[in-house]
């Protein structure tokens, strides 16, 4: 008992509903060096989490950086009555068990899919008013813990309520949010159910200006899309020994989805070759039936540039439009409506086409994103900061030496 150690903040950490202070979190340590016991009164609960540095070199996680989670219950009760099986014949206790397993994974899939992060550790100057905003909430919240006075718990909740404002209008902002949008719209309409959304990098062939290695896109794609449950990337196009029309682009990945789907009767040891197709869905695994249908995200201008001589073929629009159909997010400047309504080709295929009005217009670019970069100008809440770190790291987009 000797070796061991006792530290503690030196507040409390609960207080009663009376008012009173009446829990302190105690750390009980052997061999490791303490050097920082700290309550942070950040997080939303009234029982305040301790937090601790173990040895300076060990980083871990800050515990006063919240994590806001939003979920949206309807999408999540059509999710999970689409991934749980109705029909259940269970005969043996090993088939109960995979049934359990099987219910249990549907849920947390269906939670996943339906529920959103927002990370509020980006939370700094940028945002005017913000910094003063999470003082002024903290403050009151103190009160609130010591007084439990009805008219401090009210101005808590507003102040949260503002707070989550901001960084959710910060979020809209993110080029992440056009995919998520585009699934909102699908499953408004009850047209059909989005299970994944895939992002595929173009091949360095592709020789667009200011296009950097596929190693840099991948990676920087990689960081931006860590804390999404349902967006992945896909390499494939990338690893090509060239440049891929559209049309195969998505063939490629609609084959591939559909051989998943077949195997799925299949024993484990014939499914295991697809494990490393990292792009496939979680949730394609728990489907029983059901055709899964790949389809062309875009904004309105790569739609008008079906116009554009050369660019594209008719046979290519003809498949990608009539065989797996377009989903169009508008952009200012563009009349994708009007662009339909003037091609007969797109016309004959309308009911594929699904047009998705941003309401909150945003003009962010990644001409704009680069050239803020070039600059050394903020580009805070419009990249995944880690993906401005990598930026940085790697001297990416002229900002070596800034
Ligand atoms: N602000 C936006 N609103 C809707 N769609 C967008 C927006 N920005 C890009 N897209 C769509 O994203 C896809 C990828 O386009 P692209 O890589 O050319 O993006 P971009 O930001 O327009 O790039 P650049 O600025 O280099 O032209 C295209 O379908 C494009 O229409
Ligand atoms: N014929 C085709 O299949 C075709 C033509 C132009 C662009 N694209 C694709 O559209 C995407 C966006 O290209 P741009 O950035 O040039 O608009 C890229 O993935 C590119 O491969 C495909």
């Given at each position: 008992?000797?070796?061991?150690?006792?530290?503690?903040?030196?507040?409390?950490?609960?207080?009663?509903?009376?008012?009173?202070?009446?829990?302190?979190?105690?750390?009980?340590?052997?061999?490791?060096?303490?050097?920082?016991?700290?309550?942070?009164?950040?997080?939303?609960?009234?029982?305040?989490?301790?937090?601790?540095?173990?040895?300076?070199?060990?980083?871990?996680?800050?515990?006063?950086?919240?994590?806001?989670?939003?979920?949206?219950?309807?999408?999540?009760?059509?999710?999970?009555?689409?991934?749980?099986?109705?029909?259940?014949?269970?005969?043996?206790?090993?088939?109960?068990?995979?049934?359990?397993?099987?219910?249990?994974?549907?849920?947390?899939?269906?939670?996943?899919?339906?529920?959103?992060?927002?990370?509020?550790?980006?939370?700094?100057?940028?945002?005017?008013?913000?910094?003063?905003?999470?003082?002024?909430?903290?403050?009151?919240?103190?009160?609130?813990?010591?007084?439990?006075?009805?008219?401090?718990?009210?101005?808590?909740?507003?102040?949260?309520?503002?707070?989550?404002?901001?960084?959710?209008?910060?979020?809209?902002?993110?080029?992440?949010?056009?995919?998520?949008?585009?699934?909102?719209?699908?499953?408004?309409l009850?047209y059909c159910?989005?299970?994944?959304?895939?992002?595929?990098?173009?091949?360095?062939?592709?020789?667009?200006?200011?296009?950097?290695?596929?190693?840099?896109?991948?990676?920087?794609?990689?960081?931006?899309?860590?804390?999404?449950?349902?967006?992945?990337?896909?390499?494939?196009?990338?690893?090509?020994?060239?440049?891929?029309?559209?049309?195969?682009?998505?063939?490629?990945?609609?084959?591939?989805?559909?051989?998943?789907?077949?195997?799925?009767?299949?024993?484990?040891?014939?499914?295991?070759?697809?494990?490393?197709?990292?792009?496939?869905?979680?949730?394609?695994?728990?489907?029983?039936?059901?055709?899964?249908q790949?389809k062309?995200?875009?904004?309105?201008?790569?739609?008008?540039?079906?116009?554009?001589?050369?660019?594209?073929?008719?046979?290519?629009?003809?498949?990608?439009v009539g065989q797996h159909g377009l989903v169009?997010?508008?952009?200012?400047?563009?009349?994708?409506?009007?662009?339909i309504?003037?091609?007969?080709?797109l016309t004959k295929y309308q009911s594929n086409i699904n047009i998705?009005?941003?309401?909150?217009?945003?003009?962010?670019?990644?001409?704009?994103?680069?050239?803020?970069?070039?600059?050394?100008?903020?580009?805070?809440?419009?990249?995944?900061?880690?993906?401005?770190?990598?930026?940085?790291?790697?001297?990416?987009?002229?900002?070596?030496?800034?």
């Amino acid at each position: 008992m000797s070796e061991l150690e006792i530290s503690a903040p030196q507040c409390s950490t609960h207080y009663s509903p009376a008012g009173n202070s009446d829990v302190l979190d105690i750390v009980v340590h052997k061999n490791i060096r303490v050097s920082d016991v700290i309550v942070s009164d950040i997080l939303d609960s009234d029982h305040l989490p301790i937090a601790f540095h173990i040895l300076d070199h060990v980083k871990i996680r800050n515990l006063s950086e919240p994590i806001e989670k939003f979920t949206d219950w309807e999408r999540f009760q059509s999710l999970a009555s689409e991934l749980i099986s109705p029909k259940l014949e269970i005969k043996s206790w090993i088939e109960a068990d995979k049934a359990a397993r099987d219910f249990a994974a549907s849920i947390a899939s269906a939670y996943r899919l339906s529920t959103s992060k927002v990370t509020l550790s980006d939370i700094n100057n940028d945002l005017p008013g913000l910094d003063r905003l999470i003082k002024y909430k903290q403050r009151l919240r103190k009160c609130w813990q010591e007084t439990r006075d009805a008219a401090c718990k009210t101005a808590v909740n507003w102040v949260t309520k503002s707070i989550r404002r901001m960084t959710r209008k910060r979020e809209l902002e993110r080029w992440e949010t056009k995919i998520e949008i585009a699934r909102d719209h699908l499953h408004r309409l009850h047209y059909c159910n989005v299970i994944g959304g895939i992002v595929s990098p173009v091949h360095d062939a592709y020789g667009k200006k200011e296009l950097l290695s596929a190693t840099h896109r991948c990676e920087m794609l990689r960081q931006a899309l860590k804390n999404s449950s349902w967006i992945r990337l896909s390499d494939w196009e990338c690893h090509q020994e060239g440049w891929t029309r559209t049309r195969l682009v998505l063939q490629y990945h609609q084959n591939q989805l559909n051989s998943i789907l077949n195997s799925n009767n299949e024993s484990p040891n014939k499914r295991q070759r697809c494990d490393d197709l990292l792009w496939i869905p979680d949730d394609l695994k728990f489907r029983s039936g059901g055709p899964v249908q790949i389809k062309l995200l875009c904004g309105a201008d790569l739609l008008e540039s079906f116009a554009t001589p050369g660019l594209w073929t008719d046979e290519d629009i003809d498949t990608i439009v009539g065989q797996h159909g377009l989903v169009v997010i508008t952009r200012e400047g563009n009349n994708p409506n009007k662009f339909i309504y003037e091609s007969d080709l797109l016309t004959k295929y309308q009911s594929n086409i699904n047009i998705v009005t941003e309401w909150i217009t945003n003009e962010v670019s990644s001409t704009k994103i680069r050239r803020a970069l070039r600059r050394s100008e903020s580009v805070k809440y419009l990249l995944e900061e880690s993906v401005i770190d990598y930026i940085h790291k790697h001297g990416l987009y002229s900002t070596k030496d800034k």
